[in-house]
């Protein structure tokens, strides 16, 4: 047990132990009580030689009924005191695990932010790779397999990525790093988001980031989908000539993040680490469950980061993305759910 847990734990133990002597103390009282009252009639039946022993018992039933107020008042204030101490010490717990789960939050978007940072730049500098440049603008087959042979080079040393494809102005994949395995040469991709907001770019500078979804040219697997156009000569300012997309092969890569999060280890089998998209939706899941069909409805109140108790007893920590350098994020939040200790 950690030790703000522990304060609160012994507070309530010591309320417990005193009520339990100020119980005995009150049981003591009653039975002297009795007793004085029993030597009082007994001082009575005596008549006149009994006067002074009714004058003792006489005391010692003041003496219990004064006890008897002193017990009262300390049961009183030390209950009070004692309350407000466990209802401290848990507030202060409450804080400490909403600080930490908030911050465990942030560190774990960070992560994120981090690795997508990478991928907004390895999109921009392939884009200008003069074999990809060179097979949309002489657009003959030799040109067109050598780009194909380029990005199969890239995929053997970038793992991360399921597949990249070239597109024409038209939106004709020419060219894809793993012809073998996927059939994306020779779609059309005109109507695809990646492909019509790159070739929107303004410059070789710009980029587009999507939210992870399941594409259905990549055995619907799970993608987080980075594009832009490819400009002539590779110019950031060069025409446009079509769009490069790659994709990101993001389940296994978030489910690292969320499993790599460091929580103690009698707290995982109660901790749900999740990356949640700015709709809500679940993208990423500790447990794996929810992934891309649930949505986690988070309260934020206008916080970038912060931590909250569900009715429950579960606690929230959250965190905005912060970005990372030319990467600003899509809105998206780290959150991890703690359910309380068991009884």
């Not at 780009?147 to 597109?167: E, F, H, K, N, Q």
Request: hydrophobic fraction near 45%.
């Amino acid at each position: 047990m950690a030790e703000p847990e522990r304060i609160v734990t012994l507070s309530q133990n010591v309320g417990k132990i005193a009520a339990a002597k100020i119980g005995e103390i009150n049981k003591i009282t009653a039975s002297v009580k009795i007793l004085a009252l029993n030597a009082m009639i007994e001082a009575a039946r005596a008549g006149e030689a009994g006067r002074g022993f009714a004058v003792v018992a006489n005391e010692v039933k003041e003496v219990s009924a004064a006890v008897s107020r002193i017990s009262q008042a300390l049961s009183h204030d030390l209950a009070a005191a004692t309350d407000e101490l466990v209802t401290l010490g848990s507030r202060m717990v409450a804080n400490m695990r909403g600080q930490r789960l908030a911050d465990l939050s942030l560190a774990m978007i960070d992560v994120i932010d981090r690795n997508l940072y990478e991928r907004s730049c390895d999109v921009r500098w392939w884009a200008t790779d003069p074999a990809l440049v060179a097979a949309l603008e002489t657009a003959t087959p030799e040109a067109t397999a050598f780009a194909s042979r380029r990005l199969g080079v890239i995929l053997d040393a970038y793992t991360v990525y399921l597949d990249l494809w070239v597109a024409d102005a038209n939106g004709n994949v020419v060219a894809s790093g793993r012809p073998g395995r996927f059939r994306a040469m020779g779609a059309n991709v005109a109507g695809e988001s990646w492909f019509r907001q790159a070739m929107a770019t303004h410059s070789g500078n710009d980029y587009v980031a999507l939210d992870v979804a399941r594409n259905a040219m990549l055995d619907r697997r799970a993608i987080a989908t980075y594009a832009t156009a490819i400009r002539a000569n590779g110019q950031a300012d060069g025409k446009t000539l079509g769009a490069i997309g790659i994709f990101f092969d993001w389940e296994p890569q978030a489910k690292a993040v969320v499993d790599g999060v460091r929580v103690a280890p009698e707290e995982r089998a109660r901790t749900r680490c999740l990356l949640v998209d700015s709709r809500g939706r679940i993208i990423a899941a500790s447990e794996g469950r929810g992934v891309l069909e649930e949505t986690f409805e988070l309260k934020t109140e206008g916080k970038p980061s912060g931590a909250y108790q569900m009715p429950d007893g579960t606690m929230v920590g959250f965190a905005l993305t912060p970005g990372y350098e030319t990467y600003k994020g899509l809105g998206w939040y780290g959150v991890i759910l703690q359910a309380p200790l068991a009884e």
